[in-house]
């Protein structure tokens, strides 16, 4: 294959934009910065301010042009980050009064008849201690009040058909009525400048283009009046970061389920004219199907304005300037469909995007918790959604959408803490690479003074970080399998329902419930946006996006859709397979497709997967990645504790080897041909995974045979802390055992130095555990480095008969010195070698 070619001639391209952050630092600072980044592997830098004191200022430009002249040097390019500060919206605190956002609320006031001439004072309709904060507030706009009778059937409920429009009684404050002798609630509906996010809360509203066009001006354009010679060459691209809605803090923003305000301007009024002034209640509460369709009808709305006001403007300002535009949305928790931290509809509010964007950050992806957990992100952390939703609905967006050229950028490893070292970084990447990820902007690179409490780790920590002399090795594996997994496109043709619309009208079952039953059972699959389904094509028993055919389409369990999702629905069910989980919508009026538990639907849709195996391996990921000349398989085994042991039979149409994209080698594969099948034996450890190319290689991969002896004592170890520029303590172990206890806050460099009288040289060594990363050097030649589990080394090159002298150098992460806040969600890890050193004949498998 090409890819396999470039890959082990270096001639790959490079996948890694790294975050490097401006506080104001020296032009030497930089230069440095610049050159560690460049020496690690990576050329390519994302710039953040974070904040720089001058941003657009003097200042900046000088930071800028020096960026850009170092970066010329090495042929680097640039993105930038295209705000003052984080989140994007802020426009530099230029944005005027008139664009920022604004929004509607709803105040319930609830009363008794019988009543004559009744006034009611709505001069003030803010809340208390609004008020108080912010004597603004008492300006707010009447826009509707609505009467209704009560039905104490819950806190909530009134009689929602008895919904009457009394605003015509309201006079200079007073809303003055007769009323008879009923229980009765008042909703008053107003125009606030009030949000619920303080830190957002000067933003620009993201659904009027006319208040995105101040993000262009006083970010976008001056960029270009200032390098405009530089675009499309060096600088290439840029970059949104998280742009949302803001009109209330956190992920839980469920219209007509969370008490709060939502965006409001005359452009929303406009297009939801026809809706009754009376159905504008139903925006805040109700439980009627009525009630859900208004739902609906208002976040179909809001999420397309976003998309056509934000997303798009920014985009084509890009497009016609010849860079990208990148970036990500929240997808937090499910926030990717809702208001709040959110666009309101993931595909839509990257719909401007040149390629596809998510992140995994703040310890939103933990290897083995695919469940909910406790983390540094609002909520905790929805694992099932991050580990078997996130990057599918990102990578489904990169293949689905012809201007995403099938790219999904994860923006990563950020916030997890100094916890987190190479080791996990591996594990991640390998995660999301599995899922469909093929570009990483990894955060971050940071040169204030260290340390620094912003969202660590940072790589090079200016030299603090003690396992950045390997930070090369992981970000050479990356960018080898991101070259690999771009130019082509992921094969599968089994689609999910987006289900945005679903929860919009009442309550739906997740998307990741479905994705992982599905994944557990290696069907790949694509996440469809409902919108995809409009211009979908249908033939030959297929529904075509994109040019990319699908034969099933599961929707997720929803109370109802809205009735031109069901009637798209029921037209592609006379081509393709529709499958209803659960049960059907509760609107539905005309059944069609086919109603299967979600438990059923992967022992359905069995002959949809491309592999069989031998037995059931639920943390075993399967991707299948199409080149033009030829296949790509990964088998990634996401478990951090259990082996996968299985046998394969796999459909492929020619011969495959194994690529080593770590040792940048390729390897022959041991298989059979079975009935058309590639059959295998496939074996993975915790942290490992397989990827098999189309070709045939001469090499054998070499494997443990006997044990030929165990290293137990008489092991010299030798101490370097990160602060240290030499090796300043030695101690003897008479047996090799745990001696963190010791060292409760080392963070380093532990050097294990033994002799070994070998009597053959074809040796392998082996780590049965150990934290983190290990180098072996046997008679003063270097034997490799392992970032990660399987910690196993060849040193049959190094070693001689005889006397031999192995040193075992062990970098842990900066953890156990720091102890930073972020780090508080995850264990520390032991330091050191606390499993076994074996040493076994070699034999090539």
Same mark, same amino acid.
């Given at each position: 294959m090409k890819k396999i070619i470039q890959n082990i001639e270096n001639r790959n391209d490079n996948y890694l934009y790294p975050f490097f952050w401006q506080h104001g630092e020296s032009d030497d600072k930089l230069i440095e910065y610049i050159e560690k980044i460049y020496e690690s592997g990576i050329h390519s830098l994302c710039i953040e301010s974070r904040p720089h004191p001058e941003f657009l200022e003097d200042g900046w430009w000088k930071t800028m042009t020096l960026i850009i002249d170092e970066a010329k040097k090495r042929d680097m390019k640039i993105w930038i980050l295209d705000d003052a500060k984080f989140p994007t919206g802020y426009a530099n605190g230029k944005v005027p009064n008139d664009l920022k956002k604004r929004y509607l609320n709803m105040r319930r006031f609830d009363i008794v008849g019988p009543l004559r001439k009744a006034e009611i004072n709505m001069m003030n309709m803010a809340d208390f201690r609004q008020m108080m904060k912010n004597?603004?507030?008492?300006?707010?706009?009447?826009?509707?009040?609505?009467?209704?009778?009560?039905?104490?059937?819950?806190?909530?409920?009134?009689?929602?058909?008895?919904?009457?429009?009394?605003?015509?009684?309201?006079?200079?404050?007073?809303?003055?009525?007769?009323?008879?002798?009923?229980?009765?609630?008042?909703?008053?509906?107003?125009?606030?400048?009030?949000?619920?996010?303080?830190?957002?809360?000067?933003?620009?509203?993201?659904?009027?283009?006319?208040?995105?066009?101040i993000l262009l001006n006083e970010v976008y354009e001056k960029h270009y009046e200032h390098f405009k010679d530089d675009f499309g060459k060096t600088i290439v691209g840029f970059f949104s970061d998280e742009p949302r809605f803001g009109n209330i803090k956190g992920t839980e923003a469920i219209i007509g389920k969370t008490d709060m305000v939502l965006p409001w301007n005359d452009n929303i009024q406009q297009e939801l004219e026809h809706i009754s002034d009376t159905d504008l209640v139903f925006l805040f509460k109700g439980k009627s199907e009525q009630a859900n369709n208004t739902r609906f009808e208002y976040m179909n709305v809001v999420s397309q304005l976003y998309s056509d006001n934000f997303s798009k403007v920014l985009g084509n300002w890009c497009k016609e300037k010849g860079v990208d535009y990148v970036g990500h949305v929240i997808?937090?928790?499910?926030?990717?469909?809702?208001?709040?931290?959110?666009?309101?509809?993931?595909?839509?509010?990257?719909?401007?995007?040149?390629?596809?964007?998510?992140?995994?950050?703040?310890?939103?992806?933990?290897?083995?918790?695919?469940?909910?957990?406790?983390?540094?992100?609002?909520?905790?952390?929805?694992?099932?959604?991050?580990?078997?939703?996130?990057?599918?609905?990102?990578?489904?967006?990169?293949?689905?959408e012809a201007d995403k050229r099938g790219i999904l950028m994860c923006e990563a490893f950020g916030a997890y803490g100094w916890v987190e070292g190479l080791k996990m970084m591996k594990w991640i990447t390998n995660h999301m690479l599995a899922h469909g990820v093929n570009l990483i902007v990894p955060h971050a690179f940071d040169p204030k003074e260290f340390p620094d409490w912003d969202c660590p780790p940072h790589f090079y920590a200016n030299g603090n970080n003690p396992q950045f002399p390997y930070f090369h090795y992981w970000s050479g594996y990356t960018n080898r399998l991101c070259n690999l997994l771009n130019d082509g496109y992921q094969k599968c043709e089994v689609g999910v329902l987006y289900h945005a619309f679903a929860e919009w009208s009442g309550g739906t079952m997740y998307m990741q419930k479905v994705l992982k039953e599905l994944q557990q059972h290696q069907i790949d699959c694509n996440v469809i946006s409902e919108d995809y389904l409009n211009d979908a094509q249908l033939k030959d028993g297929k529904y075509y996006i994109n040019g990319f055919g699908f034969h099933t389409l599961i929707v997720p369990a929803a109370k109802q859709l809205p009735d031109v999702l069901l009637k798209k629905l029921e037209e592609l069910s006379s081509t393709i397979e529709v499958i209803f989980t659960d049960y059907f919508?509760?609107?539905?009026?005309?059944?069609?497709?086919?109603?299967?538990?979600?438990?059923?639907?992967?022992?359905? !849709? &069995?002959? $949809? #997967?491309?592999?069989?195996?031998?037995?059931?391996?639920? /943390?075993? *990921?399967?991707?299948?990645?199409? =080149?033009?000349?030829?296949?790509?398989?990964?088998?990634?085994?996401?478990?951090?504790?259990?082996?996968?042991?299985?046998?394969?039979? !796999? &459909?492929? $149409? #020619?011969?495959?080897?194994?690529?080593?994209?770590?040792? /940048?080698? *390729?390897?022959?594969?041991?298989? =059979?041909?079975?009935?058309?099948?590639?059959?295998f034996d496939l074996h993975l450890k915790p942290y490992e995974m397989l990827v098999l190319v189309s070709g045939m290689s001469k090499e054998k991969q070499a494997v443990m045979g006997d044990k030929i002896i165990d290293i137990t004592n008489d092991i010299e170890v030798s101490l370097k802390a990160y602060t240290d520029k030499e090796y300043s303590e030695t101690f003897d172990l008479k047996e090799l055992a745990y001696f963190g206890d010791q060292y409760p806050r080392f963070s380093g460099n532990m050097k294990y130095r033994f002799t070994v009288d070998l009597a053959e040289t074809d040796v392998l060594l082996q780590i049965s555990e150990v934290y983190e990363i290990v180098e072996v050097i046997v008679n003063g030649k270097n034997c490799g480095v392992k970032i990660a589990p399987e910690y196993v080394f060849d040193i049959s090159k190094a070693c001689e008969v005889g006397n031999n002298t192995i040193e075992i150098i062990v970098t842990n992460n900066l953890s156990r010195n720091q102890r930073d806040a972020f780090s508080q969600y995850l264990p520390l890890e032991p330091m050191g070698i606390v499993g076994t050193i074996g040493l076994y004949k070699k034999i090539a498998n």
């Open positions: 004597p603004d507030y008492v300006n707010d706009e009447i826009y509707k009040v609505i009467l209704a009778e009560n039905s104490f059937e819950s806190a909530d409920s009134f009689k929602e058909d008895s919904l009457c429009d009394v605003t015509e009684y309201l006079k200079e404050g007073m809303l003055t009525l007769d009323l008879d002798a009923k229980h009765y609630s008042i909703f008053v509906v107003y125009k606030t400048t009030y949000g619920g996010e303080e830190t957002t809360k000067d933003y620009l509203d993201p659904t009027r283009k006319e208040a995105t066009q997808e937090d928790n499910n926030v990717h469909a809702r208001l709040g931290y959110g666009p309101g509809h993931y595909f839509r509010g990257i719909a401007g995007q040149s390629m596809a964007g998510i992140d995994v950050i703040g310890g939103q992806i933990i290897p083995g918790m695919d469940y909910h957990h406790d983390a540094f992100s609002t909520g905790g952390s929805d694992g099932e959604f991050y580990h078997y939703a996130l990057c599918k609905m990102g990578a489904s967006a990169a293949k689905l919508p509760g609107n539905i009026t005309k059944e069609f497709g086919t109603v299967l538990p979600l438990s059923k639907i992967a022992k359905t !849709l &069995k002959s $949809s #997967s491309e592999i069989k195996l031998e037995s059931d391996e639920k /943390n075993l *990921t399967f991707y299948h990645y199409v =080149q033009e000349d030829g296949d790509v398989f990964l088998f990634n085994n996401e478990d951090i504790m259990k082996d996968i042991h299985t046998t394969v039979s !796999l &459909k492929a $149409s #020619s011969d495959l080897m194994i690529y080593d994209a770590y040792e /940048n080698r *390729t390897y022959q594969l041991d298989y =059979q041909k079975i009935n058309n099948e590639i059959v």
